[in-house]
């Protein structure tokens, strides 16, 4: 069983930053490919990027492509989120999952994080 936490949301004006983490439980971190999905009040979540197993490869979702950067770091078991440029749109719950696969759909994802919510004023 993987535990992940994430941590880092918080309340920023419309252009601010944040950075969210998420840190697995696991030795067994590098196993997975990770991914951010965000939710917004009675919706399915959304996927907003994903990275490999080794950090090589990444992609990410039309809406933050240029403005989000997905990073991870094996040797602390955690994964980034870097948001940049931030728009009032990007409020939802953000959460990080792993998967043994490597994609976009939430269903491919083993294991979530609680969420940490991210808002961004106008």
């Known amino acids: 069983q993987v535990q992940l936490v994430e941590s880092g949301g918080g309340l920023v004006q419309a252009g601010g930053s944040l950075r969210l983490s998420c840190t697995a439980s696991?030795?067994?971190?590098?196993?997975?490919?990770m991914g951010w999905f965000r939710q917004y009040p009675g919706k399915d979540r959304e996927f907003v990027a994903a990275?490999?197993?080794?950090?090589?490869?990444?992609f990410s979702a039309d809406s933050v492509k240029g403005r989000f950067t997905v990073s991870r770091d094996n040797a602390k078991n955690t994964v980034y989120l870097q948001m940049n440029s931030l728009k009032p749109e990007d409020t939802a719950v953000y959460y990080c999952?792993?998967?043994?696969?490597?994609?976009?759909?939430?269903?491919?994802?083993?294991?979530w994080g609680q969420g940490t919510q991210v808002t961004v004023s106008s």
């Open positions: 999952g792993a998967t043994t696969l490597y994609g976009s759909s939430w269903s491919e994802y083993d294991y």
């Open positions: 990275i490999t197993r080794s950090g090589g490869n990444s």
């Open positions: 696991e030795r067994t971190f590098s196993s997975y490919a």
